[in-house]
């Protein structure tokens, strides 16, 4: 008879984040522990873009046997995203569903990154409308693509550098940022001046 998956949140405390993650997850093979559990949350998407999944968007962290039994572990793109509520309750309805009993654990450390994102996650992005975020310092010394960057004037300081952010739609460089935010706060409105359609670009965190 199936079981109720239960959500929890986890306090930031020493000690109970160790073992997690530092980066992508790759789709787990057959022969990974606990792999008909990450395939059958391979269907959870992301709320707020249902194109990609919580494995494509680095929120989802791991899949482990706990203390009192199984436990999903998430980790929101930001501490205040309103979404989070309801990737709880979606990965728990898909446990629950299956006949598993598994909690869902909410851990806000370590933080999310941009570079969690699996490069097909980018990739559907993009194809939705979306820039994905440009690579962050931290996956340019991890032998990633570097980022590149032009120059802009800003009344009063000059010449200073910003990131070079294609248009997912003509793939032009030539783009400007409206709004330091977009549909969500996750995201900065951006123009091309090429095709002269507007976008939103995944600001990297």
Not at 30 to 47: F, N, Y
Not at 76 to 86: E, F, L, R, V, W
Not at 150 to 178: F, H, M, W, Y
Request: one cysteine or more.
């Amino acid at each position: 008879m199936p079981m109720n998956a239960t959500s929890n949140s986890l306090p930031l405390l020493p000690g109970v984040l160790q073992g997690l993650p530092d980066g992508p997850l790759k789709q787990s093979l057959e022969t990974q522990e606990h792999h008909a559990i990450w395939e059958l949350l391979e269907a959870v998407t992301d709320p707020e873009i249902p194109v990609v999944n919580l494995r494509e968007m680095g929120i989802l962290r791991a899949v482990r046997q706990g203390p009192n039994g199984l436990e999903v572990v998430i980790t929101p793109t930001y501490s205040g995203c309103p979404a989070m509520g309801q990737m709880e309750d979606d990965v728990a309805n898909a446990l629950s569903q299956a006949g598993v009993a598994a909690r869902v654990i909410t851990q806000l450390a370590p933080a999310w990154s941009t570079d969690w994102m699996t490069p097909e996650g980018r990739d559907k992005l993009r194809a939705y409308g979306i820039a994905p975020p440009v690579k962050s310092a931290c996956a340019a010394a991890a032998n990633a693509q570097v980022v590149s960057f032009a120059t802009r004037k800003v009344a009063g300081k000059g010449l200073v550098e910003r990131e070079t952010v294609a248009c997912p739609q003509c793939g032009s460089d030539n783009t400007t940022e409206i709004s330091h935010f977009g549909s969500t706060a996750c995201k900065a409105l951006y123009r091309c001046l090429k095709c002269m359609e507007p976008f939103d670009y995944f600001k990297p965190y």
